[in-house]
T-cell receptor
Framework: NAGVTQTPKFRVLKTGQSMTLLCAQD?????MYWYRQDPGMGLRLIHY???????AKGEVPDGYNVSRLKKQNFLLGLESAAPSQTSVYFC????????????FGNGTRLTVT | LAKTTQPISMDSYEGQEVNITCSHN???????ITWYQQFPSQGPRFIIQ???TKVTNEVASLFIPADRKSSTLSLPRVSLSDTAVYYC??????????????FGIGTKLQVIP
């Protein structure tokens, strides 16, 4: 049982390049989330999904897009990367919303130069 | 939104009991209190969750007073491997949930030999 798997683990982009981060969960969870973690700022919610085919904006959605075409996958896209998007990105899933715990992946460290 | 306040850092010697207190003065009736642990280069990991009184599992205990305006995570006999950042979260049942929950910067626990 792998839980939540994020790919890639590391990536370096040049300003203006695009990329997609993939999150996959094998727990049949309905809810999935993308967070970014920056020093001194904790984790901030970028986008989330409450089920297959649905997405919604979180606290810091600008510059990112997401898709949830399959229940087990949640993709985070950066269309035109900026240095301000240098961060560690975490994906999480939960069975339902507030009552059940979040399960996190081990993160993707992204550097934009 | 229920805002949480916890100490930024704590030091403890190996073998001691560690208590980390979290304040959440505006906790709502439906809110649960959840604690997560994060090691460097890993995603946060669920430790314990409670609604009121006391909850204990194999890892920790969670004490919640009757007014629920604070909670205390208790780690018995810590070891060096307990050095991590600990987050206190307060979140509500549907239709709220984690999409309205804020991760603060947590409490950085340093266990000293």
């Amino acid at each position: 049982n792998a839980g939540v798997t994020q790919t890639p683990k590391f990536r370096v982009l040049k300003t203006g390049q695009s990329m997609t981060l993939l999150c996959a969960q094998d727990m049949n969870h309905e809810y999935m989330y993308w967070y970014r973690q920056d020093p001194g700022m904790g984790l901030r919610l970028i986008h989330y999904s409450v089920g297959e085919g649905t997405t919604a904006k979180g606290e810091v959605p600008d510059g990112y897009n997401v898709s949830r075409l399959k229940k087990q996958n949640f993709l985070l896209g950066l269309e035109s990367a900026a240095p301000s998007q240098t961060s560690v990105y975490f994906c999480a899933s939960s069975r339902d919303s507030g009552g059940s715990p979040l399960h996190f992946g081990n993160g993707t460290r992204l550097t934009v130069t | 939104l229920a805002k949480t306040t916890q100490p930024i850092s704590m030091d403890s010697y190996e073998g001691q009991e560690v208590n980390i207190t979290c304040s959440h003065n505006n906790i709502a009736t439906n809110d649960y209190i959840t604690w997560y642990q994060q090691f460097p280069s890993q995603g946060p990991r669920f430790i314990i969750q409670g609604y009121k009184t006391k909850v204990t599992n194999e890892v920790a205990s969670l004490f919640i007073p009757a007014d629920r305006k604070s909670s205390t995570l208790s780690l018995p006999r810590v070891s060096l491997s307990d050095t991590a950042v600990y987050y206190c979260l307060v979140g509500d049942r549907p239709p709220g949930g984690y999409q309205k929950v804020t991760f603060g910067i947590g409490t950085k626990l340093q266990v000293i030999p």
